[in-house]
């Protein structure tokens, strides 16, 4: 046989899965302009089951990337919950109802539900847009990082290599090739071969909590059948997981019994069918009845609770997702995750490959992540715990109690929705001057408000105005320009930012518009004022200017964005925010070379 | 030479011009399902200039069609309007702004602005999505309609002989086609071909004055550039349309010596140039200065203010749109009123050809355009007297003063943003009940409202649940069915409905929900009922109750719905809604027969 040599090529990015975490990692990238590769060992895209549900913080990430409006099309949304606990009758009954999303701030107060393989979908259109097309089936079969610290050290050396296997390839022999890439993202599930490979433990346990999954078009008397349910009877608890059409999905909670194998130990799927777990289903129903009109999907699994080691090797291959982190999916967490893992390293890698920031920036991926995936477990052993144990009942009187478990639902609301995840101080979260935007939690995610464009009157969300472009946001919020002296504070702060010893010149380059979105935002009232009174350095466009209004008809914007955020209304303040949509820093007027010390940190001139 | 015998065929509806009249025309038939043709003499579709503002009104009915969101995308949206008048200092000053749009109740309180191509391409991407396309570059040189009154009333037959010439054949001879159309939409223009075949006359006048129009992105310093602006300066008007991008429009008003052919007596192009217009423009904007970086496209018009005699021939072939009213474009009119006129005919064209209605229906469509259109040429008269007059001055005392012509523009808002549009008594609009919605005004479009859905607690805009589907519309305002006399009074309700004798399924057929959309919303709150509590006819689908209560956030859905449509919280009342949108009558529900006897005036069982 003649040999054939493998193939040989160079990449900046190569990310192993095109799941959630990669597919997310691999758009972001695209959308950059980084050059990206994509692969996955499944021949084809997920068409049922799986994850499904996607929390108001990842629907504001998916706005910020132009993509929501497919995800209301096409999605449930859920809007309330509703709980039912053992009743004095027998069977249960329903002990009450409230919000689905515990999260005052959140743009979209609703979770959307929607099967993985739409929302894969979705996001393969948004990368062929960008001519990135995921390659299928293909797996890594080897992959080596260089030990030479030099080239490790140098953003744009070629140091992973990796050989892929086409498992598809036609003349009989796997086709191989080997590539080179500056960064590899193993975006490979809970039983990534990227994290293998890289020798990274998993770092927790496996509960005793067993659970079924049967997703279903049902027919059922149940009242909140189209509502997320948690039902807690003493035959089993259930969760009912309305999706889009008329499907729902049961988490229904099984015995050792019903699941376990007992020569093994282990939980075995063939000691369970559809209809086994619809039998358990209906026991926790009672004394409502449900029925499949039509079956979709079923599964069971146990709940591991394990957090990686570590989330990189050398700042150069990491894993993300499942890859990193897993738990139960009851609450809905896994895919969001997943998505805002990538969502939170992508714009550091652009940054790093386009020679704006220094390599030290890629570690705050695992600093915050890691970090968040732990929160992210202890959620999930207190929640899963709590709706695994026995209600309350007169037999049984420390169970868990109605009030016991609203009240940890509601608790953790800010963690669930994604809007309270908070980065902790590093060289890219700098709470120095917090003071200066009081309500505006440095290390959290923007927060919404509506302000109108001074040219036109027209209202804006500010997160629509800050997409997911890979570039810093710089926004002067620039106080009320009708005082002279306040003007006067916002020419200096222009002259300041019109020079090449601070930032927005610094790091900025020939066209400081390109790495920096500088948005200015007036308290000023639209009579006042009008968008070429600003000096002009605020004003790379007319449209650059907003201010602190209310709408011609006062619907939308209602004139307190100042307020929201706690800053001044006279004096204003400077707000960097992250190119992933986080509060990076607050700065006064006069403290800009606080702002240029915080981007000295990581950018590179 | 050989003898070309020319093709034959046959079609549902052939609709001639594939402007926006045209088109709306052809997509709402096509999304109704029904077989229809277009064809227009341009090669291609316009690529600039020409009309581009859309009014609040025809937003609503974009999106009924769930369009609105391209419209979005790629418009501009004006918000604000800015009036300049002669100042003391010379040349023109600010003397107000107030809100474009002045219709408190527009779902979309802004205008879109985007050229006439986009706007086409959007259509004819919708159009696409039914298999349609536009045949061009295709003409009609000849029409005959059959004067044999048995075939006339037969809504069935053909009675429509259209020869059709496609002037891009390939044989050097033209390719001809007779088409036997069941009915034929005249929406070619200004100039309407058919309009003249069918030797319909325009009543009306030419005024004295002529516009200039020009289209470019400009330079300036003026501070509303990016606001609708009227220039009323003492060196002629002159108006400021913003538009998509950076574009702004110009309506430059000219004298007879700029325009007229003194030998001719008529505007003439040739006359003018781009540069020759923005010298007069450049006069009415000092002391402001105004450069172009770029012209798009300009020309010349006078304003000629004319209505078609009649708008039907035997209610076989309509003329709509620009065939059937002429007029000024300054006040953004003319796409809307084209777009609108179809919008009323299609729905109209599908009842027949199913076999819903009588041919009597078709009627309305003059009855109700022709009174909006001699409705928009008193307008247009009245605002543009006022806009090429000379402004009030020291000088000329008996001008127009700012007074006079914002009174004028808020005076007109309703009528300008297409909200208040008021289809009068006639077999679709019957006035009797009124006072049991006594805000829904009967021959108006339904009022916007926010009601929640029962099953899930999502809120939802009522006129997104009620589309341009081609299906009347039966919302049952429930009352409060906690109360035992109105959970009676409904049961009766339903039980009528569900009777042969009475219209739902007298008129519905075997499936009453494919002929009518039946949504019912209730004033109890949602801590007090669930969808299932409701009689099931008024069910059809789980999703079909409403509340009338706020949604799990009180952000947007207010639990007013009842109260802004002026209806009895306890006793509740039934709106039919026409399929495109409009109220068609109220009834208590004891009023049932009256109800039949609206449908009875015009649907066939």
Chains 1, 2 share one sequence.
Not at 313 to 318: G, H, I, L, M
Not at 487 to 494: A, F, S, T
Request: aromatic residues 10%; contains cysteine.
């Amino acid at each position: 046989m003649p040999v054939l040599l493998a193939k040989e090529s160079d990449v900046d990015v190569l990310v192993i899965g095109a799941g959630p975490a990669g597919l997310m990692a691999a758009s972001s990238l695209a959308k950059a302009g980084v050059n990206v590769r994509i692969i996955d060992q499944r021949p084809n895209k997920v068409a049922a089951g799986q994850a499904d549900g996607l929390q108001p913080r990842t629907l504001e990430v998916f706005q910020s990337y132009g993509l929501l409006h497919h995800f209301e099309e096409q999605g449930n949304q859920l809007h309330m919950v509703a709980f039912y606990n053992p009743s004095s009758k027998g069977g249960v009954e329903r002990t009450g109802r409230v919000q689905a999303i515990n999260a005052s701030t959140a743009r979209y107060p609703f979770e959307i539900t929607l099967h993985q393989g739409a929302i894969e979908a979705i996001f393969l259109d948004f990368l062929a847009s960008f001519g990135v097309q995921v390659e299928r089936p293909v797996i890594p079969t080897s992959m080596q990082l260089s030990a030479d610290e030099k080239e490790l050290k140098d953003p744009q050396s070629h140091p992973v290599k990796v050989t892929l296997q086409n498992l598809d390839a036609k003349s009989g022999q796997p086709d191989t090739e080997i590539v080179h890439a500056k960064y590899v993202i193993g975006a490979d599930g809970a039983h990534s071969w990227v994290r293998k490979a890289l020798g990274i433990s998993m770092e927790g346990e496996q509960s005793d909590y067993i659970w079924g999954v049967l997703d279903m078009v049902p027919e059922t008397d149940f009242p909140d059948i189209r509502n997320k349910s948690a039902i807690h009877s003493n035959n089993g608890s259930c969760m009912v997981i309305p999706r889009e059409g008329d499907k729902i999905r049961l988490y229904i909670q099984l015995t050792d019994t019903d699941a376990v194998n007992p020569l093994t130990g282990r939980v075995d799927k063939e000691k369970m069918s559809a209809e086994k777990l619809l039998q358990v289903a209906k026991k926790s129903f009672y004394p409502y009845t449900i029925q499949p009109k039509e079956v979709e999907w079923w599964t069971i699994y146990g709940i591991g609770q394990r957090v990686a080691s570590k989330f990189s090797a050398n700042e150069r291959v990491f894993i993300a997702g499942d890859a990193c982190h897993t738990h139960s999916p009851k609450g809905g967490q896994g895919m969001n995750a997943s998505m805002i893992d990538t969502h939170n390293l992508t714009w550091k890698i652009a940054h790093v490959l386009r020679g704006w920031a220094d390599m030290s920036l890629l570690k705050t991926y695992e600093y915050e992540r890691r970090k968040y995936a732990q929160d992210l477990i202890y959620f999930d052993k207190t929640f899963s715990a709590l709706f695994s144990e026995k209600p309350a009942s007169e037999e049984n009187q420390g169970g868990v109690t109605h009030e016991q478990f609203l009240e940890a639902f509601l608790s953790f609301g800010l963690f669930t929705s994604g809007i309270g995840i908070h980065y902790a101080p590093s060289a890219i979260v700098n709470t120095k001057h917090q003071s200066h935007a009081s309500n505006l939690i440095i290390g959290q995610r923007i927060l919404p408000s509506v302000f109108i464009r001074a040219a036109d009157a027209r209202p804006f969300e500010i997160q629509d105005l800050i997409p997911s472009d890979a570039r810093f946001k710089v926004l002067v919020f620039a106080g009320d320009i009708t005082e002279v002296s306040q003007m006067r504070r916002l020419r200096v702060l222009g002259e300041k930012l019109g020079k090449p010893e601070h930032f927005y010149n610094k790091f900025g380059g020939k066209e400081p518009s390109a790495a920096f979105d500088l948005i200015t935002i007036s308290s000023s009232k639209k009579e006042q004022v009008d968008a070429t009174d600003f000096p002009e350095v605020f004003r790379p466009h007319l449209n650059n200017i907003l201010l602190d209004d209310e709408d011609m008809h006062a619907r939308v914007a209602k004139g307190t964005g100042y307020d929201t955020y706690g800053i001044d209304r006279a004096r204003g303040a400077v707000v960097v925010v992250r190119p992933d949509g986080y509060v990076g820093m607050v700065a006064p007027f006069e403290d800009v070379a606080d702002i240029d010390q915080y981007f000295s940190s990581f950018m590179t001139v």
